[in-house]
Each structure stands twice: as C-alpha cells, then as structure tokens.
T-cell receptor, first 112, second 114 residues
Framework: QKEVEQNSGPLSVPEGAIASLNCTYS??????FFWYRQYSGKSPELIMS????GDKEDGRFTAQLNKASQYVSLLIRDSQPSDSATYLC????????????FGQGTTLQVKP | KAGVTQTPRYLIKTRGQQVTLSCSPI?????VSWYQQTPGQGLQFLFE???????NKGNFPGRFSGRQFSNSRSEMNVSTLELGDSALYLC?????????????FGPGTRLTVL
C-alpha cells in the first residue's frame, strides 16, 4: 500500500516566521509531489508541485524533495495569518492514472 | 480560463435515496478524478475517468459509480444512500492524468444524508 504521511499538527508559528511542513512517502519510485492548501470549508488549492530532487521556489513558498530519504517539505517564509489553513501533501501518483494519494494534512496556525 | 465547476454545491438527502453529482473540468482537460473528503478519513480517491473510460477505482462499494461524457464532463452517482456517505465530494481535472500533470479541484458538493 502506497502511503503518504504527515503530522496532523497543529503547527503554530508567529507572524513573520518560517513555517516548515513535512511529508514522508513509502514508494521509492515516486516521481511527482504536490502541495495543496485547504481553508476550512473550501476545496484544496494547488500551491506547489515538485518533480526532481532539490528545491523549487515560488514567492514565499519553497518545496523541497529528497528522494533518497523519501520526504517532501514545504517552507513558508514570512508567514501571514492568511496562511492559516490545512496543507495537504499528495503523491505518489500511480503511473498513467489520475490517482492522487493524500496525506492527512497538517493544520498551520499563524498567530499575529 | 474557467476553473472546475461542480453542481449542485449542497445536497440534503435521506437514507435509501440516490444522488447524482456533476463535474465540468477545465476546458481541454480530459482526466476527471473524484474524491470523498470526511473529517475522519481525509481525502479518499473514488475513481478516475479519461476519455470516457474509467481508468482507476478506489476502495468504495459498488453503490458509488460514475461516468464521463464525450465533452469530458463527468457525473458521479451514489445509490441507496447511507448516513456515512455524508461528505464533501470533490472532483479534480488534469490535462491527461499522467503522473506529472497537476490536478485542479472544483469547489465540491457537500452531501448531507439524514
């Protein structure tokens, strides 16, 4: 069974700090990972995708993939109260299908 | 480009009834996946359709079924509703459903079974 695991939190950080969210996966053959943000009562919103080892930066967000250690992380710099949400890690996708496997999500609270 | 749309947004049904949910993917996207989200189980994969064919199915009973039309719009049906079917049902579209394609979610349909 392919699994994606996240710490459910809540992770609490002060405004302006760096929030670090982590995700581990069991399938060594995984190639693609996605981070979604979900506000309470809303649907998941794609914020980052990463396919190769290393870092990928987009604004205040940095996704990191380490295939040797089988973990994916998301860093949020200069955290804002509006970043308070649940962050879902998704992957690995099975080859040639649309099946995304989601972690349980980490709840982030950014305190003013 | 318009996003993924789902109708209806809210539904209230009673046990034993059936329900049909609709999803229109982003224009040009041919893959539609359906997920169930509950507080206890998180996001669970239901099935995926690509070019009118079901390509993958999750571990849900046969009461859950779906289909996709030639214009890529998809419907999901749940028959003989149970209380435990109360959930947020999400559909997501991607261009081809391959491993590197990003999936984009619709707003969801919140189903309440009384």
């Amino acid at each position: 069974q392919k699994e994606v695991e996240q710490n459910s939190g809540p992770l609490s950080v002060p405004e302006g700090a760096i929030a670090s969210l982590n995700c581990t996966y069991s399938d060594r053959g995984s190639q693609s990972f996605f981070w979604y943000r979900q506000y309470s009562g809303k649907s998941p919103e794609l914020i980052m995708s990463i396919y190769s080892n290393g870092d990928k930066e987009d604004g205040r967000f940095t996704a990191q993939l380490n295939k040797a250690s089988q973990y994916v992380s998301l860093l949020i710099r200069d955290s804002q109260p509006s970043d308070s949400a649940t962050y879902l890690c998704a992957g690995p996708r099975e080859s040639n299908t649309g099946k995304l496997i989601f972690g349980q999500g980490t709840t982030l609270q950014v305190k003013p | 480009k318009a996003g993924v749309t789902q109708t209806p947004r809210y539904l209230i049904k009673t046990r034993g009834q059936q329900v049909t949910l609709s999803c229109s993917p982003i224009s040009g996207h041919r893959s539609v996946s359906w997920y169930q989200q509950t507080p206890g189980q998180g996001l669970q994969f239901l099935f995926e359709y690509f070019s009118e064919t079901q390509r993958n199915k999750g571990n849900f009973p046969g009461r859950f079924s779906g289909r996709q039309f030639s214009n890529s719009r998809s419907e999901m049906n749940v028959s003989t509703l149970e209380l435990g079917d109360s959930a947020l049902y999400l559909c997501a579209s991607s261009s081809s459903g391959l491993s590197y394609n990003e999936q984009f979610f619709g707003p969801g349909t919140r189903l309440t079974v009384l």
